[in-house]
């Protein structure tokens, strides 16, 4: 009885053993599926598989990794944030470079931004996708003001996005019919015509013949098929070496550090669907003469494209074209001859305007909407009433003598 008496005391305790640590399995089963902790497993998986971490040599010469420091995981109701910090010696540029990676593992509606200093990175999770909304004039002035050359891409779910083309200089619009490449075109040279006024000369070549005809007398030409392309792509041969010699005699290297009254104003040549040029190797050379050169001499590029060619976007062009949109593209190897990576492939075809913009990494911008309408009545105060072209026009009028033989005709 006695020993009857024991055995079953000992299997109390092992049934109340038992039972606590099915509490504790269920309990640390239910802490791992938290949310944070699920955010929190996903990174380390993300770093160790995207090679993010600091190598350095152990005892005997063995690799130890030191990976990122998961400082928060916090869950609000429209999103969840993760803040990490990185270990001294790892280049946050190569963090920014996978930022794909984390949409990759996170979805599409995970953005990564860089703190001030230049460990600590943020990375948001939204619950919602970014919505789409009409061109407010008012309001992205306000944006670009005492901007030099100022791009209004669009919106993140943190704010607007913009940039200098001065510091950045060259873009590439790419994405398929019905994806609003065209009016991102029409948001970014009206915005540019609105807030640089006199400072800036405008160009536009529209090879599809449907775009740019808002632009007239506003732009200083528009031209609509190769061979008026030709005539302004060598004026602006010309002029970029006149203004070569004025750097050079000024001895300084851009146009942005000439003395006031010889600082001549910024010029865009935009192209659309450059793709159709591919043939016509003078205008090529003298595009890509521009990419090379054009940025110390204030001349910049807006180039635009529905599908990406590997002929075009090839060798110094490409490398030059410092910033790229990239709107939905019909698979990935059409998104990777942009951007270099296949997100722009996962845009949703409802999902108009939205972008991949390559800019410090790659980010989701939805771009906004304007249409053509609207863009002519913003723009009708700029209108020239005036043919004359800026590039034909010198820039001082000083007395120079007439050759003594010269003859006039109406003096026989």
Known sequence: MIMSGVTMAGAAQL???????????????????LPDQ????????????????????GYKGRELRNYPLIRRV??????????????????????????????????ATAELE????????????????MESYEYDAERIGECVKGIGLPVYVGRTRSGDVLYDMVEHPHLLLAGETGSGKSVALRSILTTLIRSCGDSLELYCADMKRSEFHIFRDVAQDVVMDAAGLH?????????????????????????????????????????????????????????????????????FLILSMQRPDADILDGKLKNNLTVRMAFRHADEINSRITIGSGEAAAIKQSEKGRMVLKLNGCQYVQGPHISIEDARMLLEPFKRHSDINTLDVPRTTAYEPQDDNSIELGVL
Request: hydrophobic letters at 45%; one cysteine or more.
């Open 231 to 299: 005539k302004i792509v060598l004026k602006l041969r010309r002029e970029m070496k006149k203004r070569g010699d004025l750097l050079d005699h000024h001895e300084v290297a851009h146009v942005d550090d000439l003395p006031k009254w010889d600082k001549p104003a910024y010029i865009v040549l935009a192209v659309d669907e450059v793709a159709l040029l591919k043939k016509e190797k003078d205008i090529m050379d003298g595009i890509e003469e521009i990419s090379t050169i054009g940025r110390a001499l204030g001349v």
């Open 114 to 129: 860089q703190g001030e200093d230049a460990a600590t990175f943020v990375m948001c999770i939204y619950r919602t996708s």
């Open 38 to 57: 699920v955010v929190r497993r996903k990174l380390m998986d993300l770093f160790r598989i995207g090679g993010m971490y600091y190598r350095f040599q």
């Open 15 to 33: 049934l109340k053993l038992a039972g606590a640590g099915g509490c504790s399995l269920a309990a640390w089963g239910v802490w791992r599926g």
């Open 74 to 107: 916090t869950v609000y109701i429209n999103r969840t944030e993760a803040a990490f910090r990185l270990p001294t010696g790892l280049d946050p540029q190569e963090v920014m470079k996978k930022a794909w990676l984390f949409r990759q593992v996170f979805g």
